[in-house]
T-cell receptor, first 118, second 108 residues
Framework: GAVVSQHPSWVICKSGTSVKIECRSL??????MFWYRQFPKQSLMLMAT?????????EQGVEKDKFLINHASLTLSTLTVTSAHPEDSSFYIC??????????????FGNGTRLTVT | EDKVVQSPLSLVVHEGDTVTLNCSYE??????LLWYKQEKKAPTFLFML????IEKKSGRLSSILDKKELFSILNITATQTGDSAVYLC????????FGTGTSLTVIP
């Protein structure tokens, strides 16, 4: 089945540094990938939609200069948390849809990246 | 290998029917079992289950967890066309693990 790989699975960084998270579709191509953040009540908040070859679309309230998204190829999107602060500590999750699948077909999720900012 | 498996993969029912969606899991350091309704881009949170045998209910939806047998079910009674969606089961342990989802179609 379709697999989405996220890397790293967990990372600890110091306040003020930047962290890059990768999201790869391993056996399919995705023109669109989504980035989410998990909040304490276990709901997933959509942060942005990553579009291959063009700028990402950010949801309201998400700082695009802080959460840099690059979708350089049909199988890779990256999320960079810049100048991280402790309040950025969270689970970050990506998902992708096979570009050949129907618009309402299931998304494939990565396993998430647990970011801890000290 | 940690995994979450959902069944059936797809389901077509008529309005008013009751449906049961299944989710089994094998997750290291299991913490919780989550159900989401996938709508547009962001899944809508439905339930979080951590204890066996305690049913959680919200309107026509209910869910229960069996930690001994490692599975959960999501029930939807008196289905409506608005219930048509992909229902995701996920589990938290060392990481997040999602199933492939069950695609539910409710026909008027």
């Amino acid at each position: 089945g379709a697999v989405v790989s996220q890397h790293p699975s967990w990372v600890i960084c110091k306040s003020g540094t930047s962290v890059k998270i990768e999201c790869r579709s391993l056996d399919f191509q995705a023109t669109t990938m989504f980035w989410y953040r998990q909040f304490p009540k276990q709901s997933l908040m959509l942060m942005a939609t990553s579009n291959e070859g063009s700028k990402a679309t950010y949801e309201q309230g998400v700082e695009k200069d802080k959460f840099l998204i690059n979708h350089a190829s049909l199988t890779l999107s990256t999320l960079t948390v810049t100048s991280a602060h402790p309040e950025d500590s969270s689970f970050y999750i990506c998902s992708a849809r096979d570009r050949t699948a129907a618009y309402n077909s299931p998304l494939h999720f990565g396993n998430g990246t647990r970011l801890t900012v000290t | 290998e940690d995994k979450v498996v959902q069944s059936p993969l797809s389901l077509v029912v008529h309005e008013g029917d009751t449906v049961t969606l299944n989710c089994s899991y094998e997750v290291t350091n299991f913490r919780s079992l989550l159900w989401y309704k996938q709508e547009k881009k962001a899944p809508t949170f439905l339930f979080m289950l951590t204890s066996s045998g305690i049913e959680k209910k919200s309107g026509r939806l209910s869910s229960i967890l069996d930690k001994k047998e490692l599975f959960s079910i999501l029930n939807i009674t008196a289905t409506q066309t608005g219930d048509s969606a992909v229902y995701l089961c996920g589990s938290t342990g060392n990481q997040f693990y999602f199933g492939t989802g069950t695609s539910l179609t409710v026909i008027p």
